[in-house]
């Protein structure tokens, strides 16, 4: 992997010199990294406004590579997202910077295991990856309740590991078969629109996620209630969700962000239209993750906030609310929402991929 990369982005003659991946650490800063390798200041200060912003949160963990030549830096590529990444170049007038694509190699892997433990421990011992066991069970958080599995009960995934750097920096499931003497379910991933099906073109989800966080209890539902710190009779437009603070908060379709900011009562909070009149709204946020921003459009499940007591609030929780054609409505009916089914081009298309797809990768599906 490092071979290949150096042979993309550096010329022949430099192969013979030393080669270092960073793992960029909580405390570390693209200024700081510039200084304690004898760079030039001036490399920051050049950059474009855009460019700085993604410098200035370099995500814990990445890996910089940094190729040298007697302790002098030849060539750094920092990664500022997940395709992009900053490559410094020292030539005879200085360093120059550009951006260039991230290389990952890509490798699919087949992984047969029984549960007889729990799932996220038997998955990992498995195939030593930790988010395979959470994908898995998003993808069927509709049809399987986890937490009361069968023991010895049998799954099959295929799966596509992004590597960077010989490291796994991402996961997608292909495939899944989930079997036990109850239910014997297989779900996979369209790659024409992303969302994953049954062999007969049926989504495994509604148009919207049961709830869009991981929480411990509801301390709070939809309707008229005595407001906590108003001490007065009110209507509460939503349902509240109680959690620690930075539970991560998923958008429950897909749709577009149309407002990302302060609301006086809400706090942070983002709001999202989504199709046939729907509009849901995630209040109280401790915060954002990057690049979301009015405009963006989101897909179900991708994380749009976290957790947290801004604005008029007694605790840390999420108010979720949702709105249909200007009226809220209460969330609980998101529940009940008609799954995505497959009809005329689109399933005759998809049931074509799936036919080669278990041919390749010799899948049984009864």
């Known amino acids: 992997m490092k071979k290949f990369i150096l042979l993309i982005f550096i010329p022949i003659f430099l192969l013979a010199y030393k080669v270092d991946i960073h793992k960029w650490g909580n405390k570390d800063t693209f200024y700081g990294f510039l200084k304690q390798n004898s760079l030039p200041l001036s490399i920051y200060y ?87 066991a959470s994908k898995l069970a998003y993808i069927f958080s509709d049809r399987i309740n986890f937490r009361a599995i069968p023991k010895n009960t049998k799954i099959d995934i295929v799966y596509k590991e992004k590597i960077k750097f010989g490291e796994v920096k991402d996961v997608k499931i292909l495939f899944a078969k989930i079997s036990n003497k109850q239910y014997n379910i297989s779900a996979f991933l369209n790659p024409y629109d992303g969302r994953y099906y049954d062999s007969r073109g049926k989504s495994l989800k509604g148009m919207f996620l049961a709830a869009p966080l991981r929480y411990k209890r509801i301390s709070s539902r939809f309707g008229m209630r005595f407001h906590p710190i108003l001490h007065k009779w009110r209507m509460h437009d939503g349902i509240d969700y109680v959690n620690r603070i930075g539970t991560p908060i998923h958008a429950v379709a897909d749709g577009k962000v149309i407002f990302r900011g302060w609301i006086r009562g809400y706090g942070r909070t983002v709001k999202i239209r989504h199709k046939n009149g729907y509009i849901t709204m995630y209040a109280h946020l401790h915060g ?37 054609y200007g009226k809220w409505i209460n969330p609980v009916r998101l529940k009940n929402s008609v799954k995505v089914t497959l009809y005329g081009k689109q399933r005759k298309k998809f049931l074509a991929y799936i036919q080669n797809f278990t041919k390749e990768n010799s899948i049984a599906l009864k």
Do not use: C
């Open 46 to 132: 050049n950059l474009p406004p855009k460019i700085k912003r993604y410098v200035r949160a370099i995500p814990r963990g990445e890996s910089v590579f940094i190729l040298k030549d007697n302790n002098i830096i030849k060539q750094a590529l920092i990664p500022i997202n997940s395709k992009q990444q900053l490559q410094i170049i020292k030539t005879e007038k200085g360093y120059v910077t550009k951006i260039v694509p991230i290389v990952y190699e890509t490798v699919t892997k087949h992984v047969s295991t029984e549960i007889n433990n729990y799932l996220s421990y038997d998955l990992y011992k498995a195939t030593k990856l930790r988010s395979l």
């Open 288 to 324: 954002y993750p990057r690049g979301i921003y009015v405009g963006r459009w989101v897909t179900q499940g991708q994380t749009i906030g976290y957790l947290g007591n801004s604005g008029l609030s007694t605790g840390p929780h999420l108010h979720f609310a949702v709105m249909r």
